[in-house]
């Protein structure tokens, strides 16, 4: 059992910053990658950043230059630093992580339940 909380989400003004956290928890050996989607009305959910347990990064073109994923494995924590905020990024943000659970082959994908960003203009 792997549960993800995301946290960090509300309500800013065109041009502000938000920073979101996500933390793990439950039987967990290893996380490898862990992302950042996110669903906005009337569109599919789409990959926003990524990163590797290494530390390589990859982010979606609409947010390239003012969002930056980091992540604590100490603390099987992902953050999202979203800076000069857009109103299209709002969205409810998702966490996702690749864990390999304790005692189990393979890695699993787990999802946390959300939370929402709304960037007024």
């Known amino acids: 059992q792997v549960q993800l909380v995301e946290s960090g989400g509300g309500l800013v003004q065109a041009g502000g910053s938000l920073r979101l956290s996500c933390a793990a928890s439950g039987s967990i050996f290893s996380i490898n990658t862990m992302g950042w989607y996110r669903q906005a009305p009337g569109k599919q959910r789409e990959l926003v950043a990524i990163?590797?347990?290494?530390?390589?990064?990859n982010y979606a073109d609409s947010v390239k230059g003012r969002f930056t994923i980091s992540r604590d494995n100490a603390k099987n924590t992902v953050y999202l630093q979203m800076n000069s905020l857009k109103p299209d990024d709002t969205a409810v943000y998702y966490c996702?992580?690749?864990?390999?659970?304790?005692?189990?082959?393979?890695?699993?994908?787990?999802w946390g339940k959300g939370t929402l960003v709304t960037t007024s203009s």
């Open positions: 996702n992580a690749g864990v390999v659970v304790l005692g189990r082959p393979g890695v699993m994908y787990y």
């Open positions: 990163i590797t347990s290494g530390g390589n990064t």
